[in-house]
């Protein structure tokens, strides 16, 4: 088992920054995959970002290409999401996720993912 704990989210303004993190605990951290996916009220969960067990490797969805930056801490278990330039779009849940499966293109998916966090929310206001 691994457990996924989510933070740092909050109510911003457009253009604001956030940084979320995802600590996670239970099974050795750097065997995993990451990814970050976010859903917002009445839509399905969309992939963000994710990144390979080793940080070397990092996939974004075109929405958040430019404007986000996925990274991990294999030391201090956690991975991070850095938000730029936040848009009212943006407006969601933020859950990030854990798969101990290859690096493929299905990690674009919430297929391959084996453990998920509880979210957290972000709001942007216009």
């Known amino acids: 088992q691994v457990q996924l704990v989510e933070s740092g989210g909050g109510l911003v303004q457009a253009g604001d920054s956030l940084r979320l993190s995802c600590a996670a605990s239970?099974?050795?951290?750097?065997?995993?995959?990451m990814g970050w996916f976010r859903q917002a009220p009445g839509k399905e969960r969309d992939f963000v970002a994710a990144?390979?067990?080793?940080?070397?490797?990092?996939y974004y969805a075109d929405s958040v290409k430019g404007r986000f930056t996925i990274s991990r801490d294999n030391a201090k278990n956690t991975v991070y999401l850095q938000m730029n330039s936040l848009k009212p779009e943006d407006t969601a849940v933020y859950y990030c996720a854990a798969d101990r499966g290859p690096w493929t293109i299905l990690v674009a998916t919430t297929t391959p993912y084996d453990y998920w966090g509880q979210g957290t929310q972000v709001t942007v206001s216009s």
């Open positions: 990144i390979n067990r080793s940080g070397g490797s990092t």
């Open positions: 239970g099974r050795t951290f750097s065997n995993y995959a």
